[in-house]
């Protein structure tokens, strides 16, 4: 036989208020989301999370989460302005898009939630991040896990979804009876790396956009009429970032996890000093304001900073998101 589910029988926009109601219900009459997995971590089959539903029927009674608690679900955005948001939609609906996407994770306490704020915001020098955090005592991973089931149509690459305001408020609704902070983060200052003896890679690394992305942001750098803190925020989101890894990999899948709007090239050179030679590039470069982000002007700076390093050839290469294979839009 056919089997109905909800997405074939509610309008797309309801469905987050139903597959709410069915985690908090589920939640409710199991006690507890982790005493109710297997070995493996997934849901038994005769007890899924989003049980299917039948033409007609109701789904169950709104039920309050348990509050208050110590694990935090969060949701962040990009802090940029409606009327920048606006300028780019009008002239790229793609950057427009991934501009304004949502990231929805969990953390185990506020002091965890605030590191990983810093963290993402290392990779960001263009925007700070807008957040709100809730505070509940329910199962932190299926809690996540719930979020995601409950976004997944508006999914856009690893944990970043493309929710708009509406659908937002619907999920903090139903978190209302929780404590629930709401802030923004700063920009990290200027570090200061010092000279130590280490082998490694120092690295060159900017978001690696499409050339239509490329051409809406040099066109609002180029355009004296433009907003003045438009035109600083399109600078820095061409600028580069100067780090130095002993683990190329391991920095590239730190910056996946946070860049969800564009794939990231670098390029890089291995030294015996990668600190002190990190250093030095900082100094020789046009600061950005944000962290380890610097002015560097493709491809002049790059040939020059090649060409001190002749005797050490330089790896080419990106890091890549993954992408959502089918993306619904609005």
């Known amino acids: 036989c056919k089997i109905t589910t909800i997405d074939t029988i509610f309008p797309k926009h309801e469905i987050i208020d139903i597959y709410l109601e069915l985690f908090f219900y589920y939640n409710k009459k199991t006690g507890t989301m982790a005493a109710d997995t297997n070995q493996t971590g997934t849901m038994p089959m005769s007890k899924p999370l989003v049980p299917t539903l039948s033409p007609g029927k109701k789904p169950p009674q709104k039920q309050k989460p348990l509050c208050p608690g110590r694990r935090i679900l969060y949701m962040i955005q990009l802090n940029l302005t409606p009327d920048f948001l606006l300028e780019i939609k009008n002239s790229n609906t793609n950057l427009w898009r991934l501009l304004r996407v949502t990231k929805v994770g969990k953390s185990e ?5 605030l590191v990983k704020i810093q963290r993402l915001q290392t990779y960001i020098p263009f925007a700070t991040l807008r957040y709100v955090a809730i505070r509940h005592d329910l199962d932190a991973y299926k809690t996540e896990q719930a979020m995601h089931l409950v976004s997944r ?3 856009r690459c690893g944990e970043w979804f493309d929710l708009n305001d509406e659908n937002r408020n619907r999920i903090l609704e139903r978190f209302s009876a929780c404590e629930q902070r709401r802030g923004t983060s700063h920009f990290p200052g200027q570090q200061v790396v010092r000279a130590t003896e280490c082998r490694g890679h120092f690295y060159v690394a ?42 190329l990999n391991e920095r590239g899948s730190n910056f996946i996890w946070v860049v969800c709007f564009a794939n990231v090239k670098y390029f890089a050179i291995q030294h015996q000093t990668i600190c002190a030679e990190e250093q030095r590039l900082h100094d020789s470069h046009f600061w950005s304001g944000a962290g380890e982000w610097y002015y560097v002007f493709y491809p002049e700076d790059e040939e020059d900073i090649i060409r001190q390093y002749k005797n050490n050839p330089p790896v080419y290469d990106r890091w890549v998101r993954r992408l959502n294979r089918t993306y619904i839009n609005e």
């Open 109 to 113: 306490d506020w002091g965890s939630f």
């Open 153 to 155: 149509q508006w999914h």
């Open 206 to 247: 900017s978001f690696d956009w499409d050339e239509k992305a490329v051409n809406v942001i040099n066109g609002i750098i180029n355009n004296p009429a433009k907003d003045l803190e438009w035109r600083f925020i399109c600078q820095q989101m061409l600028c580069s970032k100067i780090g130095s890894t002993t683990d």
